[in-house]
Nanobody
Framework: QAQLVESGGGSAQAGGSLSLSCTAS????????MAWFRQAPGREREGVAV????????YYGDSVLGRFTISQDSAENTLYLQMNSLKPEDSATYYC????????????????WGHGTQVTVSS
């Protein structure tokens, strides 16, 4: 059974760094896109960053541009999110998502989701 498992969440001080990982297993189809989303309490889930592996293209949400970096390992089984210059407003549950289609990267454009990992940034 295909699944995505996130790890690496935790606590950090403002200005610090954290790195998240998302390991994929059981997939038989090629990846159109892989992404990180986040959701804070009382807020809608928002797109953080997306990677289109075949094109080598990445896009970022405005709030994280220049601070976060999305990447994958050479075996293409693990997706990473390097988070630098963290802010308290980055506190949220972070989710990994994957879909075999390319194109748009809204919530509805992904078929598979991990269960999330918590990130807390204190001021």
């Amino acid at each position: 059974q295909a699944q995505l498992v996130e790890s690496g969440g935790g606590s950090a001080q403002a200005g610090g760094s954290l790195s998240l990982s998302c390991t994929a297993s059981g997939y038989t189809y090629s990846r159109g896109k892989m992404a990180w989303f986040r959701q804070a309490p009382g807020r809608e889930r928002e797109g953080v960053a997306v990677l289109y592996p075949d094109q080598g293209v990445t896009y970022y949400g405005d709030s994280v541009l220049g601070r976060f970096t999305i990447s994958q390992d050479s075996a293409e089984n693990t997706l990473y999110l390097q988070m630098n210059s963290l802010k308290p407003e980055d506190s949220a549950t972070y989710y990994c998502a994957r879909d075999q289609r390319g194109g748009r990267w809204g919530q509805a454009d992904f078929s598979d989701w991990g269960h999330g990992t918590q990130v807390t940034v204190s001021s």
